[in-house]
C-alpha cells in the first residue's frame, strides 16, 4: 500500500516524498491544535452515515467544540470567518427555532431537537469552514465521505443479502427495523456517490482513480437496492448537473435508467412509475399535515420532531382531508422536507430555510459564471448537484433531520470553502474536475 502514498499526498496538496505524513502539518500550514481540530472534523464526516450519535462521533465533536474554544481563548487559532454568507440564514433559522418554542406543543423535546438538530451543525459548519481552507483539505473532506459511504453500503448489502440470505429482488433493508429506512439510505449512497465522481477525477494515479470508481460502484448497487424512485431521480438529477451539457451526462443517464429498469422493472418501469405517481399515499400524508399548517401558520407546531407523535392530535387533521384523499393511518412524518420545516417552524421558518438553499444555489450558481476562476467554478458544479440531488430526495423523504441534514450542512460548508479558494491553475480540485 505504501506505493499509493505518494499519489494520495500529491492529490491532498502534501509532500509526496517518504516524509509526506511526518510534514503534514507544515503542508497545512497548522500547529498541531489546528490539525487536530481538521482530524477532528473528517472523523466528524466519516460517521455521518453510521446510525446513532456514536461514542466515538459524539466525543469527536464535543472534544473539538472545547478545543476550539480553547484554542481562540488563548489566541492559539485565529477565527478566520463564521462562514458568510451563509451564517446568516442559519443562525435566523436557529432564532425562530427559539421564538418557536412560545406555543410548541412539547417544548422540552424541541429544545432538545433545537439542539440536536441545528445548533450542534451550525457549529460544525462554523469549525469547517474555518479548517477547511485549502484544495488538499476539501479533497480530504470529499475522501471521508467515500471512504465511510462505501464501508456503510458495504456492511448493509452484505448483512441483508449474504448473513441474512434475502433474495437481490428483495429491496435492501425491508422490512426491517432499521434506524435508517431503505430511502434515506439511497440519500445517503446519491451524495456519496457524486462525491465519488469527483474524487476519482482528482488522482492522476490510475490506480487510485479506479479504486474510487470502484467504490462509486458499490454506492451505485446500493442505491439500486434500495429501489427508491427518489434516489434514482436525484442520482439522474445530480449526473446532469454534474456533467452540464457533456456527452457524459447523456450517457450517464441512459446507463443508469438501463440498469434501473433491468434490476427491478415492477418499480423502475414507465407504467410503475405513472402509477406510483398517481396512488402515492405521500400525497394523503401532505393534505393531512397542511391542514396542520393552517392551525399553526406563522410559528408551527414547534422545533421538536415528537411533537407529532401524538395520534390523537394527528387524527383530528386527518379527518379534516377529504375522504377521497384521506389516509387510513395517521403518519408521524410529512415525508418532505419542505412540509416537515412549515409544520414545525411555520411559514416564517420554511421561508428562512428557503433563503438558506437559494444563497447556497447562488453562490455556487455565481462562481459557474467565472467570477471566482475555474477552480471555485468546477467545484461548485459539484455541490450544486449534491444540493439537487438532496432536495430531489428531500421532496419524498424523511430529510430533516439525522445523516441528511448533516449532508446537507457539509455541503453549505464545503460551498464556503470553496469560495474561499485562491483561483490558482493546475491545482488539484482544477484537475479534479476537468469532466465539467
Not at 206 to 218: D, F, N, P
Request: include cysteine; proline fraction near 5%; charge should be positive.
Amino acid at each position: 500500500m505504501a506505493r499509493f502514498f505518494p499519489s494520495l499526498c500529491r492529490a491532498a496538496g502534501l509532500p509526496s516524498d517518504g516524509g509526506c505524513w511526518r510534514s503534514s502539518l507544515a503542508a497545512f500550514g497548522r500547529e498541531p491544535l489546528g490539525s487536530f481540530l481538521f482530524l477532528l472534523v473528517l472523523v466528524q464526516v466519516f460517521f455521518i452515515p453510521f446510525p446513532g450519535p456514536t461514542a466515538v462521533s459524539e466525543t469527536a465533536f464535543y472534544l473539538s467544540a472545547a478545543l476550539f474554544a480553547y484554542g481562540l481563548a488563548r489566541g492559539r487559532l485565529r477565527l478566520t470567518g463564521l462562514g458568510r454568507p451563509l451564517i446568516v440564514p442559519l443562525f435566523v433559522f436557529f432564532l425562530w427555532g427559539l421564538v418557536s418554542l412560545c406555543g410548541a406543543l412539547n417544548p422540552s423535546n424541541s429544545i432538545h431537537d433545537l439542539y440536536a438538530h441545528w445548533l450542534k451543525y451550525l457549529f460544525f459548519f462554523i469549525l469547517t469552514v474555518n479548517l477547511v481552507r485549502s484544495e488538499g483539505e476539501i479533497t480530504a473532506v470529499l475522501a471521508a465521505v467515500v471512504i465511510s459511504t462505501v464501508l456503510y453500503s458495504l456492511w448493509e448489502v452484505i448483512q441483508y443479502y449474504v448473513v441474512m440470505g434475502n433474495p437481490l429482488w428483495r429491496k435492501l433493508n425491508y422490512a426491517l427495523p432499521k434506524e435508517i429506512p431503505p430511502n434515506v439510505t439511497a440519500v445517503i449512497t446519491v451524495f456519496g456517490f457524486l462525491v465519488g465522481l469527483r474524487l476519482a477525477a482528482t488522482f492522476e494515479d490510475l490506480r487510485l482513480k479506479w479504486a474510487v470508481y470502484a467504490g462509486c460502484l458499490v454506492m451505485l448497487a446500493t442505491t439500486l437496492l434500495t429501489q427508491s424512485r427518489s434516489g434514482v431521480l436525484a442520482l439522474l438529477t445530480g449526473l446532469i448537473v454534474l456533467f452540464g451539457r457533456s456527452k457524459k451526462a447523456l450517457l450517464a443517464v441512459v446507463l443508469v435508467v438501463t440498469i434501473a429498469y433491468l434490476a427491478v422493472p415492477a418499480r423502475f418501469s414507465p407504467a410503475g412509475i405513472m402509477e406510483k405517481l398517481k396512488w402515492d399515499d405521500r400525497v394523503q400524508i401532505w393534505l393531512a399535515y397542511l391542514e396542520i399548517i393552517k392551525d399553526h401558520p406563522v410559528k408551527g407546531v414547534g422545533f421538536g420532531m415528537q411533537s407529532l407523535y401524538n395520534d390523537e392530535f394527528l387524527k383530528v387533521y386527518n379527518e379534516r382531508v377529504p375522504a377521497r384523499y384521506r389516509a387510513e393511518n395517521v403518519y408521524y412524518a410529512p415525508h418532505n422536507i419542505f412540509v416537515d420545516t412549515a409544520t414545525r417552524t411555520g411559514v416564517v421558518g420554511l421561508g428562512i430555510f428557503i433563503w438558506f438553499l437559494c444563497y447556497v444555489f447562488y453562490l455556487n450558481a455565481r462562481r459557474l459564471g467565472g467570477e471566482k476562476g475555474p477552480a471555485a467554478g468546477r467545484g461548485a458544479r459539484a455541490l450544486s448537484a449534491a444540493l439537487a440531488a438532496l432536495l430531489i430526495q428531500g421532496c419524498f423523504e424523511n430529510t430533516a433531520h439525522g445523516p441528511p441534514l448533516a449532508i446537507l450542512f457539509v455541503i453549505a460548508a464545503l460551498t464556503v470553502s470553496v469560495g474561499n479558494l485562491q483561483d490558482v491553475e493546475g491545482t488539484t480540485l482544477v484537475k479534479g474536475l476537468k469532466f465539467c
